[in-house]
């Protein structure tokens, strides 16, 4: 198995681009997250899926960040524009059940200029 | 709102000294206290479930235990390699079934050959 994959590993761009993280999650999960994490705040789950659907976006910090889960084997997290204080790893999981343990990706590391 | 504070945030230990990190959390009902391990540039690793108060799991020199209050991870006879960010993170009960999981910021433990 090859794990939670995320695309991008690293992204630098300025003030104002379109920035968009992929993840494919671990075959058979239904569950999906995305978290961001800075070194102020620590892990903060932004947006979780459910079978595809997306269950609770309230932690989507504003209307600049949006995700979407096309299929059971791919999801999308895109921010435009982007802001230097969106610099942060952020993070794709899964899981198989809601009461089990999530498996995170690699990260993906933004910077914002 | 549920809360995670872990401490200390750094700890130093030499190898072979046994010690123990602290995850103290406030949650409406508690379905599930997660420990996981996050190295340097990537994301966390799974480590433990827990479910209720006196539960206890093992792996390797790591034992987690659980109050209804606070979680320790115990570390015995640490090598240097154990060193990383230990998390601990909640997932509460609620009406109509959250699966966040709420994580704390972390202990960054160290140990020195």
């Known amino acids: 198995d090859a794990g939670v994959i995320q695309s991008p590993r690293h992204e630098v761009t300025e003030m104002g681009q379109e920035v968009t993280l992929r993840c494919k999650p671990i075959s058979g999960h239904d569950y999906l997250f995305w978290y961001r994490q800075t070194m102020m705040r620590g892990l903060e789950l932004l947006i979780y899926f459910n079978n595809n659907v997306p269950i609770d976006d309230s932690g989507m910090p504003e209307d600049r960040f949006s995700a979407k889960m096309p299929n059971a084997s791919f999801s999308t997290l895109k921010i435009q524009p982007s802001e230097p204080r969106d610099s942060a790893v952020y993070f794709c999981?899964?899981?198989?059940?809601?009461?089990?343990?999530?498996?995170f990706g690699p990260g993906t590391r933004l910077t914002v200029l | 709102e549920d809360q995670v504070t872990q401490s200390p945030e750094a700890l130093r230990l030499q190898e072979g000294e046994s010690s123990s990190l602290n995850c103290s959390y406030t949650v409406s009902g508690l379905r599930g206290l997660f420990w996981y391990r996050q190295d340097p540039g990537k994301g966390p690793e799974f480590l433990f479930t827990?479910?209720?108060a006196g539960e206890e799991k093992e792996k390797e020199r790591l034992k987690a235990t659980l109050t209804k209050k606070e979680s320790f991870l115990h570390i015995t006879a640490p090598k240097p390699e154990d060193s990383a960010t230990y998390l601990c993170a909640v997932q509460a009960t609620a009406q109509g079934g959250s699966e966040k999981l709420v994580f704390g910021k972390g202990t960054k433990l160290t140990v020195n050959p």
């Open positions: 827990l479910y209720s």
């Open positions: 999981a899964s899981s198989f059940s809601r009461a089990n343990e999530q498996f």
